[in-house]
């Protein structure tokens, strides 16, 4: 995958400004925006019970206190049920935006909206690619559960979060104004 390429800045299409906006067209993109906030807020929840099972690892005792006197093989299920979670809402969210938004732009949006929408379609198809990476980790993980298991799905999460931080902050500054400007309703 062409991750590094196609997440640089340098590359990416920027949106056109769009004559007659008005402050009330960029509420809609300020919604997408809290619906992004709501899927990093669970990442980093996700996250979080990560370094607790990396701090279990090396001591399970305090992982157990620090999750209700559950150990590492519980803790390491609750980690894998939070993550494949995580993964189906950004799956769902990149769904509702294939399927209402996406379309509405193309058709309705100029050649620079139109230009954008194609590379996040295309950026989706990455982090899709990462999230059943993530979800083939976490089923490894579920099955045999060492520290090179769960190392793998540390660095494929982190991987995954670098991308979907870049793909929202890229989608919330280039659509902000589009959607409600373009009438897109989802």
Partial sequence: MATITLLDDRTRPKAPALEGATDAHKLPGRHLKAIHR?????????????DLVAAGAANPQ???????????KQSMRMFGNLCGQECKMLTAHH?????????VLQQRGNG?????VERLVAEHAIIHYYL???????????????????ADVQKTFLALESIIKSHFRYEETELETAIGFYGVEF
């Fill in 38 to 50: 709501h899927h990093l807020q669970q990442m980093a929840h996700v996250q979080s019970v990560m």
């Fill in 112 to 116: 620079g909206i139109r230009k954008v």
């Fill in 132 to 150: 059943s990476e993530l979800e083939n980790a976490v089923a490894k993980l579920m099955n045999v559960q060492n520290a090179h298991t769960f």
């Fill in 95 to 103: 769904d509702i935006e294939s399927a209402y938004l996406f379309p």
């Fill in 62 to 72: 305090a992982l157990g206190k620090a999750i209700g006197s559950l150990d590492l």
